[in-house]
């Protein structure tokens, strides 16, 4: 045997000799434990003294079993897909089109605020005695304008936001990762190829714009917003207020002139009524 194969043994009778009554778990079909571990002690001192040149034998002591064949069920063979398309798909995965899920920016109000315990978030929550399983955070937590990822690039050149690092306001933009709102593309300003159109800057969500190829193009999409801007908007002394349709003061209701035409037109008389 090998020396660390005399201590590991060692070490585990010791430790089931060191075990109490009550946490001794003896398998089944051990009649006598006391006198296994006995004979155990006898065996690893027969071995103390091994030569450890003559344990190495070169023949495997323990190998896998071998498998039995399973019987295929005769059918329809299965089309396997080629190397060629894998990496197609490999490669449509990797692509800046590809939504990234943004994080808090911990800096609005309510990424500073606290859990209000009272919405089915809250209360799903352990710390409110929930069971835990939404993982979900406060539905008066959810940030109003979430940030790109520290792991986002740019499509073109490959890196990461560089504002930090210029001056300007200009300069700032060209070299700062936005992200479109339509083909969620995220790239330098700078990079861009395509002149003939000026991006559409989300004044409402960091990072974001409808990139100059899609406005060229001519598709358009809902401007996007934090998870958190329609609960934000509507909390006393807000900033951010949803931007409600103008209505008309001087609108009446349909029922008021109905009401008011009955009052002005007269009332025949019935004598009129018999001529």
Not at 9 to 14: C, D, M
Not at 78 to 90: C, F, Q
Not at 210 to 218: I, S, V
Request: net charge positive.
């Amino acid at each position: 045997l090998f020396r660390s194969e005399l201590k590991g043994l060692k070490a585990l009778v010791e430790k089931l000799e060191s075990l109490p009554e009550n946490k001794k778990c003896v398998p089944e079909g051990i009649d006598d434990p006391q006198s296994l571990l006995e004979n155990m002690k006898s065996v690893l001192k027969e071995h103390g003294e091994d030569d450890q040149i003559l344990a190495v034998s070169g023949v495997p002591v323990v190998s896998w079993p071998k498998k039995s064949p399973k019987n295929k069920g005769v059918g329809r063979p299965k089309g396997k897909i080629s190397t060629s398309s894998a990496v197609k798909l490999a490669a449509n995965r990797t692509t800046a089109g590809a939504r990234r899920r943004r994080t808090r920016c911990r800096k609005c109000e309510a990424c500073l605020r606290t859990e209000c315990g009272g919405c089915h978030f809250c209360k799903d929550m352990k710390k409110f005695g929930g069971p835990g399983r939404m993982k979900q955070s406060c539905i008066m937590r959810q940030c109003i304008a979430p940030v790109l990822p520290h792991t986002a690039v740019c499509l073109v050149c490959g890196e990461a936001g560089k504002e930090d690092s210029v001056e300007g306001e200009e300069e700032k933009f060209n070299v700062m990762l936005m992200e479109c709102s339509i083909c969620n593309e995220i790239i330098h300003p700078g990079c861009i190829k395509i002149k003939e159109s000026d991006g559409l800057v989300n004044d409402e969500l960091p990072n974001c714009w409808e990139c100059p190829k899609c406005n060229h193009a001519g598709k358009t999409g809902k401007q996007k917003r934090g998870p958190g801007f329609k609960y934000a908007s509507n909390l006393p002394g807000s900033l951010l207020k949803e931007q409600k349709p103008n209505r008309d003061i001087t609108e009446v209701p349909e029922a008021a002139k109905r009401k008011l035409e009955l009052e002005e037109t007269p009332q025949k008389k019935p004598e009129d009524r018999k001529s």
